[in-house]
């Protein structure tokens, strides 16, 4: 079967249901580029695309200790995870989560990647402690978050915008898990 042999080349591979994490291939490429440029997703991503999409994962400019793995439902890839190590101990470190196919928000598709890449950073790649930083308004990402076992560990104050107060800024919030409590929670609560 194909996927056993794609299964062997990948770093990151995890497969739950219809839902499975792999490292990013270039095919995956157009989709993302796409989804940067979406009016409607850019209070969420936070960074400016490439005017032009990149055609190899290997001209991503970026460190290559970052993991970005993309999800993949029922065939179609939707979106990525990242973990971005810390300078200084990069055995702590940021995650994050884009899922770019809106009409499959609210399946669930996103906690259960967020659920088997967080497995595989503590268990298999030795890291300690993980946060994110998600925009105060933005309650399904905390709400996501939470259910995994993260808790606030603090926020910075009136940082961006607020897409729902026109005029006003709001808070951006870090929340982490440590892999302690990651452990003990049995993979984050299920
Ligand atoms: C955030 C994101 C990853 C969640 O993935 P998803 O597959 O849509 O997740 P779901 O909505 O199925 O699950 C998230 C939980 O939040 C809940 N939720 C959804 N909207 C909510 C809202 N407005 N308020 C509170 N909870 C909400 C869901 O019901 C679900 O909880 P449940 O399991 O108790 O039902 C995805 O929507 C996304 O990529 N959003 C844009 C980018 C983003 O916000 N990234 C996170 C920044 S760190």
């Not at 770093?11 to 409607?40: C, K, N, Q």
């Not at 990149?54 to 993309?70: A, G, H, K, L, Q």
């Not at 890839?77 to 990242?82: A, D, N, P, V, Y």
């Not at 300078?87 to 884009?98: C, L, N, Q």
Request: charged content about 35%; overall charge negative.
């Amino acid at each position: 079967m194909d996927e056993v042999e794609d299964v062997k080349q990948y770093r990151i591979f995890s497969a739950d249901g219809d839902v499975l994490i792999r490292d990013m291939e270039d095919s995956d490429l157009m989709a993302i580029h796409d989804w940067m440029t979406v009016e409607e997703y850019k209070p969420f991503i936070r960074v400016e695309p490439n005017a032009k999409p990149i055609s190899s994962v290997d001209e991503i400019p970026e460190e290559d200790t970052v993991i970005r793995p993309v999800v993949v439902y029922r065939g179609e890839t939707q979106g990525w995870i990242s973990f971005v190590p810390d300078i200084a101990d990069p055995t702590a470190g940021e995650v994050g989560i884009f899922m770019g196919v809106k009409e499959n928000w609210g399946k669930g598709i996103g906690p259960k990647a967020m659920r088997m890449f967080l497995d595989i950073l503590f268990k298999e790649e030795g890291i300690r402690v993980v946060f994110i930083t998600t925009q105060d308004w933005n309650d399904r990402s905390k709400r996501m978050f939470d259910k995994l076992g993260f808790r606030e560990a603090g926020r910075l104050r009136k940082m961006e915008v607020d897409p729902n107060r026109p005029g006003e800024y709001g808070d951006l919030v870090m929340m982490d898990v440590l892999r302690e409590e990651w452990l003990d929670q049995g993979s984050g609560g299920e």
